[in-house]
């Protein structure tokens, strides 16, 4: 496009080059500010999206770090049921033991 106008500028009148450079740095001007709008937007949109990825991350954090929570009081309950049980079957054998040897 700017060849073709460079080209053509020569066969122009000094009004009509000026109009075309007007309207060349309002083109450049809007363009520049859609420009600018969109890398605004995409800033917004990456931080947004950044945002929500870290919760996200964060969510799944928490429910992994509840799920091992969960799984380890359940081994601690059931050491807790199996130390007991060893505890009632040495009381009972060191009872037995007892009695025989009275």
Same mark, same amino acid.
């Given at each position: 496009?700017? #060849?073709? $106008?460079? /080209?053509?500028?020569? =066969?122009? @009148?000094? +009004?009509?080059? #000026?109009?075309?450079? %007007?309207?060349?740095?309002?083109? =450049?001007? /809007?363009? %520049?500010?859609?420009?600018?709008?969109?890398?605004?937007?995409? /800033?917004?949109? @990456? +931080?947004?999206?950044? #945002?929500?990825?870290?919760? @996200?991350? %964060?969510?799944? /954090?928490?429910?992994?770090?509840?799920? $091992?929570?969960?799984?380890?009081?359940? $081994?601690?309950?059931?050491? #807790?049921?199996?130390?007991?049980? @060893? =505890?009632?079957? &040495?009381?009972?054998?060191? +009872?037995?033991? =007892? &009695?025989?040897?009275?």
């Amino acid at each position: 496009m700017q #060849a073709e $106008i460079t /080209r053509s500028h020569t =066969d122009l @009148t000094r +009004q009509q080059q #000026a109009q075309l450079e %007007a309207a060349l740095a309002r083109v =450049d001007s /809007r363009f %520049a500010e859609r420009l600018t709008l969109a890398e605004g937007r995409m /800033r917004e949109d @990456t +931080q947004r999206l950044g #945002a929500s990825l870290y919760k @996200t991350v %964060a969510q799944q /954090r928490v429910r992994d770090l509840d799920a $091992i929570n969960t799984r380890l009081d359940g $081994i601690e309950v059931n050491n #807790a049921i199996e130390t007991r049980q @060893t =505890d009632a079957i &040495l009381n009972t054998i060191l +009872q037995v033991a =007892d &009695l025989k040897l009275r």
